[in-house]
């Protein structure tokens, strides 16, 4: 316990820094180790779509009239497409746009902010007493997490469907340059099957939602 406390610090430092440790297996080579390292250092939130990759950091409240209130945020996006080098040694090709809006972290950030939340109103139940309040916010927890935990696989079906659809729509329009029929035609069937993936992946989504939206409404009706 006093070796804990002598080391308190580092000891947080490390588990928070942990919440990247997988960071390096999803960028894989896309970008240098500087760039890697300021990520980690700036603590900013990466998703990865095919060879484009998205920043996303966020403000403390703003605006903000009482402490504890809750108050609006600003959100700064970046997108930045891949260090990755060709063949020659030449930057890969930009995509307008980097192909995507990083829609891991969308859902993500809104399921870990009501955790956070939940967790909060937990902790604060259970410093009053309220043995029923906490019971239902551990609950809510228990229900985001899990939501979570099983949406990020969906999450990734549908972002490497839309990945493909770009590649195919990419390959398909140098065919059809190059007057190149039969290739085109290829990469447009390989594209609609990508399409499908993705329409199937976001159907999967919405059915995880609604069975996890059933599931908080069972638990906010069971402690009204």
């Known amino acids: 316990r006093d070796s ?3 080391n308190k610090d580092g000891i947080l430092s490390a588990i928070l820094l942990s919440r990247y440790r997988n960071l390096y297996s999803l960028l894989r080579e896309h970008l240098s180790e500087d760039t890697y390292m300021g990520i980690v250092r700036n603590e900013i939130l990466v998703d990865v779509q095919g060879d484009d990759i998205l920043y996303q950091i966020f403000t403390s409240n703003i605006l903000q009239r009482k402490p504890g209130e809750e108050a609006p945020f600003l959100e700064f996006i970046q997108r930045v497409c891949s260090e990755c080098q060709n063949e020659n040694g030449c930057p890969v090709q930009i995509k307008p746009g980097c192909g995507g809006f990083g829609i891991r972290n969308f859902l993500t950030l809104f399921l870990s902010i009501e955790v956070s939340k939940a967790m909060h109103e937990a902790s604060d139940a259970k410093l009053k007493g309220d043995h029923a309040r906490y019971t239902l916010e551990q609950k809510r927890v228990d229900c985001f997490t899990n939501q979570l935990n ?11 469907a839309m990945t493909e ?8 329009d140098t065919a059809i340059l190059k007057n190149d029929t039969c290739a085109a035609e290829h990469w447009k069937e390989q594209m609609e099957k990508a399409s499908q993936r993705k329409q199937a992946g976001n159907a999967k989504l919405m059915a995880c939602s609604a069975q996890y939206d059933a599931m908080m409404r069972s638990i906010r009706e069971a402690f009204d």
């Open 150 to 160: 099983d949406s990020n696989p969906i999450l990734t079906e549908i972002s490497d």
């Open 165 to 172: 659809v770009g590649r195919c729509q990419l390959l398909m």
């Open 4 to 6: 804990y406390h002598e």
